[in-house]
């Protein structure tokens, strides 16, 4: 097999790749809880806090 030929497994495996540690590295990268949600502040303008 030629390197031209190689290339779109390679993107697949890195693609593949960055997928998995996104799963794995999950709750580092999110660290809220999903069904916490403060409906008091719900109509408060961004802050540095939060941004949106």
Avoid: C, F, W
Wanted: no cysteine; charged share 10%; aromatic share 2%.
């Amino acid at each position: 097999m030629s390197k031209r030929q190689m290339i779109p497994g390679i993107i697949g495996i890195v693609i593949l790749t960055v997928i998995l540690a996104g799963s794995v590295l999950a709750p580092v990268l999110a660290p809220y809880e999903v069904n916490a949600v403060d409906m008091s502040q719900t109509l408060r303008t961004p802050s540095a806090a939060h941004l949106l």
